[in-house]
């Protein structure tokens, strides 16, 4: 049992990307806005060494091992909180709670569905916080990153773990392998809805399947990454400016680019959901699916004005 330790947890924020999803793994700037939605980790003096009670859909514990000087588990899903429980703590981490509720929502067939939040961030972040301490949020950035990528085979732009750093509304690029966050805030007029598809998406699968089309054809890749860059591009300098219109502009551009990304790689990024949700909003607004689609959360950009509508 661990002993001699004093309860104490950690809070991340999950996030959502506005703008620039896929584009942002090829260099080009995104915005992300965190949420309040948030994983937090604690000690447990009641849970062995590297054990985690685990609360998200359900309430379970996942036992880690300690081999070859780092905390693994068998199961996919926990090796990125095996990873980050290794840099965080060494051979003597504490037996943890880790609950990521807040991220699950009721799916299309009643039962609780991961939202697209990026908990696994989040996750990671909330237990490099609590093991860490007051380091520095540029430290914690690189290090988290440096646990996504160990876990993930070095896949991800980092862009939800900087959300789940920094909090806030952030413009967030890759130059040179160094992540850069800036603030950019939502113009004063302008309203964002989420809205839950119920259906779950797997970020890495749709990546992966992404990238499969680059390697296939990369004129045609290049093609809409070319697209996708200047709408995002747009879409930041009009956040910039406080231009809710090229916004929303850029927002429903960026949604067309995005489905057009996704019929030529065989992917279904803009799902009838979308459409579904697009139907009803008509001229009001834009409408994209935030992060990787294919399920998820959608959002729709409206002026406050005609928010209500």
Not at 51 to 63: L, Q
Not at 97 to 124: P, Q
Not at 177 to 188: A, D, E, V
Not at 215 to 228: L, T
Request: with cysteine; proline share 4%.
């Amino acid at each position: 049992m661990t002993t001699g330790l004093k309860a104490y947890a950690a809070k991340a924020p999950g996030k959502l990307v506005l703008l620039g999803e896929y584009v942002v793994l090829e260099g080009a700037p995104a915005w992300v806005t965190a949420v309040d939605r948030f994983v937090e980790a604690k000690v447990s003096p009641d849970l062995t060494a590297g054990t985690i009670h685990a609360v998200s859909d359900t309430e379970r514990r996942v036992v880690l091992t300690w081999r070859a000087g780092r905390w693994q588990s068998d199961e996919p899903t926990w090796r990125l909180a095996a990873e980050a429980l290794t840099t965080a703590f060494g051979e003597q981490a504490p037996g943890l709670v880790v609950d990521s509720s807040a991220f699950y929502l009721a799916g299309n067939h009643g039962r609780l569905e991961k939202a697209g939040f990026g908990s696994s961030a989040a996750v990671v972040v909330s237990i490099l916080g609590l093991g860490l301490g007051a380091v520095d949020a540029e430290s914690l950035l690189q290090t988290a990153r440096q646990v996504h990528h160990a876990a993930q085979g070095g896949s991800g732009s980092g862009i939800d773990i900087a959300a789940s750093v920094y909090g806030g509304t952030l413009r967030y690029s890759i130059e040179g392998g160094t992540p850069t966050c800036l603030p950019l805030p939502l113009p004063p007029d302008l309203r964002i809805f989420t809205v839950w598809t119920g259906q779950s998406a797997s970020t890495p699968n749709l990546v992966g399947r992404v990238n499969e089309f680059k390697a296939a054809d990369g004129r045609a890749f290049d093609a809409c990454m070319a697209a996708m860059r200047a709408d995002a591009q747009g879409g930041l300098t009009a956040a910039a400016s406080g231009d809710t219109r090229g916004v929303i502009e850029a927002a429903a551009a960026y949604g067309r680019r995005m489905r057009e990304l996704g019929e030529r790689a065989g992917l279904p990024i803009v799902t009838a959901a979308v459409d579904d949700l697009a139907d009803r909003v008509g001229k009001r607004g834009a409408v994209k699916p935030s992060g990787a689609g294919g399920g998820d959360v959608v959002l729709v950009f409206a002026r406050a004005d005609e928010a209500e509508a």
